[in-house]
C-alpha cells in the first residue's frame, strides 16, 4: 500500500532520478536548513542553560536514536529491563507512547498485570508490558513528571527512558545511542531531506553507542571509524535481531521459525524499516512470493487484512507472517482462510557485552 513514507523513503534514499523527485529533494533540503538551525538553537538553549533540566532521585537510563525509522530500539530496551532485573534492581520503563488514543500519564502495566489496550499504550510500549511481565511500563510524553510520580506508586531505582536520547530536559546517567548498522545515518541529511533527527555532533553526548544489525552493515569498520572520529571515550557493542518463534494467530500457539524454511510466504508491516523484516524471512530460508507495507504503526481493519489475505493467495503463499509490533494491531478475533502468524525478535549481542554489563553496574 502506497503511503507518505514511502514516498520519503524513496526521497531519501537517492536511488532514483526525475524531475518531481529532484525537485521535491531540493524543497526538502530547504526545509532542512529552517530545522537545522532550529535545532542548533535548541541545543544551545541547553549547553547554555537557558532551559532547565530536571534531576531525579533514581539512576536514569535512557536508550535512543539519532534517526528517525526503526534502528531496533524496542527490542534493545527489553533485553536491558531485563540486565537491571536480574541485578535485582527495580525498574519502570517510560515511553512516550507514538500514536497512542489519549493524552497524559498512562501505566500500561503495573509489574503485575497489563492494564491498557495497544491503542491505548501505543504498540511498542504495549508489546513491551507484554514481555517484561514483571516490570511497569508508563507511558507519557513529559518524562518528569511522570517520573515523580512513578517513583512515588513504584519506588524504583532505575527508570529506563524509551526514546530518550532528544528528552534533554531530564538528566540521565546512561545515554545509550543505537544505530542501525545496516543503515546508520542514511543520506547523511537532517529532517525532512534526511532521516537525521540531529547533526551527527549530537554523537558526543553519547556514552555507549549499541550498533544493531551488523549482520547486515556494508561496511561495519567504517561505521566504527566515524563513531569513534565523533566520540572516542564511547564503547560500541554489537548486536543482531535474532528471530526466536513464531506465534500463530490470533491466539494460537508458539511455532518453531525453522517451519518458515522452504515454505511460500507473504509478508505484511508498519514498520520504519519493513525492509530488514523482509530480509529476515528469507534469511531463514522461506521464499517471499508478495509483501504489503503500511505506514509506520498503522491499526489495521477487517478490510485490510481481508485485502492482505487476498494478495497472499493470488500470490499463492502458504503462509502470511507479520511482525510482533503489527500484531497487537491486528482486529480482535479475526478469521483466516490462510495461516497468519508473527515473527518475535530478540536482541543478540556479538560483541562488547562487557562494555554494556560495566556501564549498567557502574549506575
Known amino acids: 500500500m502506497a503511503s507518505s513514507e514511502d514516498l520519503f523513503r524513496r526521497v531519501v534514499s537517492d536511488r532514483e532520478n526525475g524531475f518531481s523527485l529532484t525537485l521535491l529533494r531540493y524543497l526538502l533540503w530547504t526545509c532542512s536548513l529552517i530545522y537545522a538551525l532550529i535545532i542548533r538553537l535548541w541545543l544551545l538553549g541547553y549547553q547554555w542553560k537557558l532551559f532547565r533540566r530536571f534531576c531525579l532521585p533514581a539512576r536514569v537510563i535512557s536508550v535512543g536514536n539519532i534517526t528517525v525509522g526503526g534502528t531496533g530500539k524496542t527490542p534493545l530496551v527489553a533485553f536491558i529491563a531485563k540486565l537491571l532485573k536480574d541485578r535485582g534492581k527495580r525498574v519502570v520503563v517510560l515511553s512516550r507512547g507514538y500514536r497512542r488514543k489519549g493524552k497524559g500519564m498512562k501505566i500500561v502495566s503495573d509489574g503485575k498485570r497489563i492494564l491498557s489496550s495497544p491503542q491505548e499504550a501505543g504498540d511498542e510500549p504495549y508489546l513491551l508490558a507484554k514481555s517484561l511481565r514483571s516490570i511497569p511500563v508508563v507511558v507519557t510524553k513529559n518524562r518528569v513528571e511522570a517520573g515523580q510520580l512513578v517513583l512515588e506508586r513504584f519506588a524504583p531505582e532505575v527508570l529506563l527512558l524509551d526514546d530518550g536520547f532528544q528528552h534533554l530536559k531530564l538528566k540521565r546517567d546512561l545515554d545509550i545511542v543505537v544505530i542501525d548498522a545496516s543503515n546508520s545515518f542514511g543520506n547523511g541529511y537532517l529532517l525532512p531531506r534526511g532521516i537525521l533527527r540531529e547533526p551527527l555532533s549530537s554523537l558526543k553526548r553519547a556514552h555507549l553507542f549499541c550498533l544493531t544489525r551488523v549482520n547486515r552493515a556494508s561496511d561495519l569498520r567504517e561505521l566504527k571509524n566515524q563513531l569513534r572520529a565523533i566520540n572516542p571515550e564511547a564503547p560500541i557493542v554489537e548486536c543482531i535481531h535474532r528471530p526466536c518463534f513464531l506465534w500463530r494467530l490470533p491466539d494460537g500457539p508458539r511455532v518453531e521459525v525453522e517451519q518458515l524454511s522452504g515454505r511460500k510466504i507473504f509478508a ?26 503500511f505506514r509506520d504503526h498503522y491499526r489495521y481493519s477487517v478490510d485490510d487484512l481481508e485485502r492482505i489475505v487476498q494478495q497472499a493467495q493470488n500470490s499463492l503463499a502458504e503462509v502470511v507472517v507479520t511482525t510482533g509490533k503489527d500484531s497487537v494491531n491486528l482486529p480482535l478475533n479475526f478469521a483466516s482462510s490462510i495461516e497468519i502468524c508473527s515473527l518475535d525478535i530478540e536482541i543478540q549481542v556479538l560483541k562488547g557485552m562487557k562494555y554494556l554489563n560495566g556501564a549498567i553496574d557502574r549506575l
Do not use: Y
Open 268 to 293: 505484511f508491516s508498519a514498520l520504519g524499516n519493513p525492509e530488514s523484516f523482509e530480509k529476515s524471512l528469507v534469511e531463514l530460508g522461506a521464499e517471499l512470493v508478495g509483501t504489503m507495507r
